[in-house]
Every structure is written in C-alpha cells, then in structure tokens.
T-cell receptor, first 112, second 111 residues
Framework: EADIYQTPRYLVIGTGKKITLECSQT?????MYWYQQDPGMELHLIHY???????EKGDLSSESTVSRIRTEHFPLTLESARPSHTSQYLCASSALWGDEQFFGPGTRLTVL | SQQGEEDPQALSIQEGENATMNCSYK?????LQWYRQNSGRGLVHLILIRSNEREKHSGRLRVTLDTSKKSSSLLITASRAADTASYFC???????????FGTGTRLTVIP
C-alpha cells in the first residue's frame, strides 16, 4: 500500500463554494501530480510540482490552483466550484520524472 | 493528443483464461508502464519496461514492447476474478516531465 493520502474521499457541495482537496505523502518524493479522471475515462494531468515552491500547469486546462509549501503536502483548491468540476481527482507522487508513480485513493467530487 | 490508445476498450473472459491488452503510442519514449485501477480507486503500478527492453515478466504478467511499431502488450495468464479492473498504459516520453496515460482497457474476469 502506497503512503499517499487524499482527503476527503467523497465531497458533495453546492455551486460557488470554495474547496480544498488535500494530498500528502510520506515517501519524501519531490515530484507530485494532480490528475482529473471522469468515470471510465483516461487520466488528464492538471497540475504537477518539481518540489517545494514549484508548480506547473498540466496538459488539461483547469480552473483549480495548487501550492507546494512542504515536500509532503500538495493541496488543490477550487475558488468557486461549478457542476463542470464534478469528477474524480487523483493525486500521485514519484521520486524522479518518468519513474513509477504512487497514487492516492482519489477524491470523488460532485458539485450540485 | 500525446496520450496512448488501448484496445480493446473492454474485455470479458472466464477465470483461468489468459487476457491480452494492447497499447499504442505516438512518440519516442524512455519507458512504458502498466497500471491497474480497481473501480473508483487510485492506480497501482504493475510493471515498467524500458525502451531498450523487449519483454519483461512479473508473476503472471508478461509485457512486450515494440518500439518500431510504437506498441506494447500486457498479458495476464491464468486470470482470476480478482484481476477484474481497468488497466492503463503510461508512457514516459522523451523530453517530457510527466507520464501520458492511455484510454484504458476494462477487464472483467467471470468466476
């Protein structure tokens, strides 16, 4: 079992709310990632981080933002949630670029 | 799109049979990886094959890589009901800083 955690596992909120999805890992990995995945579909990278204080946008445009103040913590924030944000969000980490990625269990977000 | 494609999209077999799924990609790679995802969960890494390797084994898994055809296959032998999951290939593409995941194959193993 990978040492990477996501909370909450499920979240149902109303439109316009600000939310933060938490992700933390205890493996000391520098590289961390956020993916968005609709049911039965492929993963799309929305954010990634090289290390503390470095973040980049991924291939899929997203209205979310991320921060990396500590190595182990990589939270994702939506300032104003909309129904189009309904999806599963997966956090992952790796020691090096291109290495095996370790995934958290995911957060399933529903915006009403 | 830089992401790979997998086929079949879905596969249903009887327990004990072998399952083969394929992945095609478009650019030069450093390595190709296979992951499993149980319903509604995160992905679990299965195996990594480097661009200079042609075949790799891990338990009941056998992966092949043909860089000239830009394709890979994952064979699961003697399947079990517990193998029921979605399987994704992911490529570490030359010059990129992240993995590109395929569209996935949904495998159902019937007891």
């Amino acid at each position: 079992e990978a040492d990477i955690y996501q909370t909450p596992r499920y979240l149902v909120i109303g439109t316009g709310k600000k939310i933060t999805l938490e992700c933390s890992q205890t493996m000391g990995h520098d590289k961390m990632y956020w993916y968005q995945q609709d049911p039965g579909m492929e993963l799309h990278l929305i954010h990634y981080s090289y290390g503390v204080n470095s973040t980049e946008k991924g291939d899929l445009s997203s209205e979310s933002t991320v921060s990396r103040i500590r190595t182990e913590h990589f939270p994702l924030t939506l300032e104003s949630a909309r129904p189009s944000h309904t999806s599963q969000y997966l956090c992952a980490s790796s020691a090096l670029w291109g290495d095996e990625q370790f995934f958290g269990p995911g957060t399933r977000l529903t915006v009403l | 799109s830089q992401q790979g494609e997998e086929d079949p999209q879905a596969l249903s077999i009887q327990e004990g049979e072998n399952a083969t799924m394929n992945c095609s990609y478009k650019t030069s790679i450093n390595n190709l990886q296979w992951y499993r995802q149980n319903s509604g969960r995160g992905l679990v890494h299965l195996i990594l094959i480097r661009s200079n390797e042609r075949e790799k084994h891990s338990g009941r898994l056998r992966v092949t890589l043909d860089t000239s055809k830009k394709s890979s296959s994952l064979l699961i032998t003697a399947s079990r009901a517990a193998d029921t999951a979605s399987y994704f290939c992911a490529t570490d593409q030359t010059g990129a800083n992240n993995l590109f995941f395929g569209t996935g194959t949904r495998l159902t193993v019937i007891p």
